[in-house]
């Protein structure tokens, strides 16, 4: 058994499965830096840096071995953050060069399966959250969102933002994992380890504005239709709490 | 009118637009414009749900609840006595790039009541829309309502700036029209709708051509029914469905279960919405536009009315039970979505996985196909996962037997008789 070290990026998971590929190891290990719990193994385990170089490769080779939807099927089932997701990905990712394109259509294999499972969930939760995000005004023109997806899904969601929100500085942060896209006017990019030092504090026009949203999300269910249960399937209540129109302060 | 505050002006509207069902922000893909807001994207997206279920993607507001109108159906009918009120289109601007900006909302979803005439409401409705696009460089999705009777030179602009337009026949036929709703002749509402689709496929043709030919609702039209309010059966509504999709190219037809809003004499006393009912109607709606079924198949004289007990399709395929079971494995699409339980999705699954190896009960399950119903109507790899005989009444005792929920067991009990109204009302 082999360990590989990588940081806990995608680009770095790509070296590592990259470099555990080419030694082809049998049940290699991937250690996230991240983690700290992982430190007693860190003395045996191989430490693979991060080389944006080496990761672009890998998916051009992969792209072009199997096909650019398998390869963002990888990309999307890491962001899962799924507790085994890198085991799964080598074995994904090894079945693919083998088999080629077809892995395509192996949904029924047990290993493509559960990683395009994977892949579906997150996409899924990034289209929830490309309506769940709440901005919410700051300063004069700025705009606040905080959010708690259960994978990590904020680079899939901030492009659109970009498109949606361009004539405003804008700030998505994700608490779960105390990173957040920024947004400037003309790029976005992801800040790691970001907390506020303070409750932000909104504008008077941001007050009245998610209180006008409030009472027109009151009052637009239908008395006779009233359905908790259904609303609660569709807004999940751990989604609520950054929602404004739930909030009942 | 205008002395209520803006938050109380606009619960009010909103309370006189929300039985307008059509909240989609699908079917235009516009990327967002340098200097400009927003943008729009082609699947839509649901910003929230309401505690009746319902998703909100559109800031649906009137801009008048006033109307020279008297619907029986409708709460803004001009003989109910509520108070009327009214946003500025100024206001109804700012709400939009308000709400927008703060992602509440995909765009806004603007109706009215008919106030003076057609065409000076059809002209407020435009001043709106076209401030959001060419003051506010706007670019998100724009739903506008068209007010049967105005111009055809006003309905030409609003479908400039609109993504979507829609006229709402309400009523399922020319009768219950002239008795509800005896302002709208039938032709008031069908002549625009045939116009509307006209210059929708014109303006696809011409931009097929050329890029810089102008947008004309570039995600159609759409209509609304009110189901319940009039006698009407089931056919006679998915066949009128039918047609508008086939001949008007209409995007969606969407159904209203009635939710009694006036004493009206002449509207049936329900005990709540037929909810169910609506459910099976648009589950026949989503036969006819995505499974290849055509509306005979599903209903005719001998059953003008929709099963309650049953989704469509799987009363469909107890009817045509010799057509089964098929094998997954070798069946084509078409044999495929005609299964119960197998949707779109699952077939496209079972058609791509086949490619790669033989599928049996186990990959089935693992490819998330849900065997509940379907295992009674295929084999897999030769083998059939009913268990039973295959049998029509066997099948229906089987497929309708457990009553799981109990809310779908009141349903049923509530509209045991859902295509016999008229014995309510009396009249038709």
Redesign the interface.
Known sequence: MRRYRYDGSFEGYLCALSRCLAESVESPEFLCETLPEMSLFHELAVTVETDGEIANAFRQLFAATVSSSAFSTLRYAFCSEHIEIERLLWEYARLGFETGPRLGSMLADKRVNIVDRLARKVAGEAHRYKGFVRFREVEEGFLYASIEPEADIIRFIAPHFVQRVGDRPWMIHDLRRSRAAVYDRKNWRLLVDITLAEPPRFSEAEHECADLWRRYFRRLAIEARINPKLQQKLVPLRCRRHLVEFDES | MTTLS??QR??ML??SA??DVSCSSSGSNR??AP?????T?S?G?????????????L??ILLSNACIYDCAYCVNRSSNPVPRTALTPDEIVH?TM??Y????IEGLFLSTGVITSPDHTMELLIRVARTLREIERFNGYIHLKIVPGADVGLIEEAGRYADRVSINIELPSRRSLQLLAPDKPRESIIEPMRRLSGLIETARRERRQSRKAPRFAPAGQSTQLIVGATPENDREIITLSEGLYQRLGMKRVYYS?F?PVSGDSRLPALP??P?LREHRLYQADWLLRFYGFSSHELLDEAHPNLDMRLDPKCDWALRHIERFPVEVNRADYQALLRVPGIGVRSAQ?IV??R???R?GEE?LK???VVLKRARYFITAGGRYLGGVRLDAPELLTRLTAPAKRKASHDQLELFPAAGDISAVTGEL
């Open positions: 803006l938050e606009l619960t909103a309370d929300k039985y990327k967002g200097g400009g807001i927003g943008g994207s699947g997206i649901c910003h929230t749900w309401t505690a009746d279920g319902r998703c909100i993607s800031l649906k709400l308000a709400f900006r703060r992602n509440y279960a939710v709540g919405p909810l699954r791509r996985a490619r790669a190896c599928l990959e693992r490819l998330g």
